[in-house]
T-cell receptor, first 113, second 113 residues
Framework: GAGVSQSPSNKVTEKGKDVELRCDPI?????LYWYRQSLGQGLEFLIY????????KSGLPSDRFSAERTGGSVSTLTIQRTQQEDSAVYLC???????????FGSGTRLTVV | KQEVTQIPAALSVPEGENLVLNCSFT??????LQWFRQDPGKGLTSLLL?????REQTSGRLNASLDKSSGRSTLYIAASQPGDSATYLC????????????FGKGTTLSVSS
């Protein structure tokens, strides 16, 4: 596609439920990143995928968070047993070559009530 | 640990004024530096990308400079307009093999007409 597409744009969920956030990167971009932006905070790195290599999961805050990337394209970020502190905007970005500029999606605003 | 600081946190200027946003980073061994713009409730839009071997990049009324040795970058906006009102984020990437962009918390700019 023309840009990085994320869905849903907004998600309200009850505490304890699982949620899935989707990211569709720019076609041909081999690198894909997930970030989280909490109110009043900077962007926090979560996870990174590069081609067929094992993902860098070093930014995931707990084992309730996981992500996968199927076929080197679409990625899904899953948060299990959501907590109120998980409320944030989750941003996905992709780049053609590692180290080149990133293109970000518009994000998914997650609210845990 | 690399830290990115942006000063000021907020800035209000009248239309037409030239302005400078500052970004500093603690570790000069960066691969590149990128400036983004974020509008309220939206994702990030890439403005300028400066590779570590470059000193500056220009796009329209925007000029970004990079001084690796002093750990500083500036974003210069000429003849500011109300449409420039947004949050401006600076981010550094550590090494080509590195993964995450490390972001500052941003400068929120308000340009009044």
């Amino acid at each position: 596609g023309a840009g990085v597409s994320q869905s849903p744009s907004n998600k309200v969920t009850e505490k304890g439920k699982d949620v899935e956030l989707r990211c569709d990167p720019i076609s041909g971009h081999t690198a894909l990143y997930w970030y989280r932006q909490s109110l009043g905070q900077g962007l926090e790195f979560l996870i990174y995928f590069q081609g067929n290599s094992a993902p860098d999961k070093s930014g995931l805050p707990s084992d309730r968070f996981s992500a996968e990337r199927t076929g080197g394209s679409v990625s899904t970020l899953t948060i299990q047993r959501t907590q109120q502190e998980d409320s944030a905007v989750y941003l996905c970005a992709s780049s053609f070559v590692q180290g080149h500029g990133y293109t970000f999606g518009s994000g998914t605003r997650l609210t845990v009530v | 640990k690399q830290e990115v600081t942006q000063i000021p946190a907020a800035l209000s200027v009248p239309e037409g004024e030239n302005l400078v946003l500052n970004c500093s980073f603690t570790d000069s061994a960066i691969y590149n530096l990128q400036w983004f713009r974020q509008d309220p409730g939206k994702g990030l839009t890439s403005l300028l990308l400066i590779q570590s071997s470059q000193r500056e990049q220009t796009s329209g009324r925007l000029n970004a400079s990079l001084d690796k040795s002093s750990g500083r970058s500036t974003l210069y906006i000429a003849a500011s307009q109300p449409g420039d009102s947004a949050t401006y984020l600076c981010a550094v990437k550590l090494g080509q093999a590195g993964t995450a962009l490390i972001f500052g918390k941003g400068t929120t700019l308000s340009v009044s007409s």
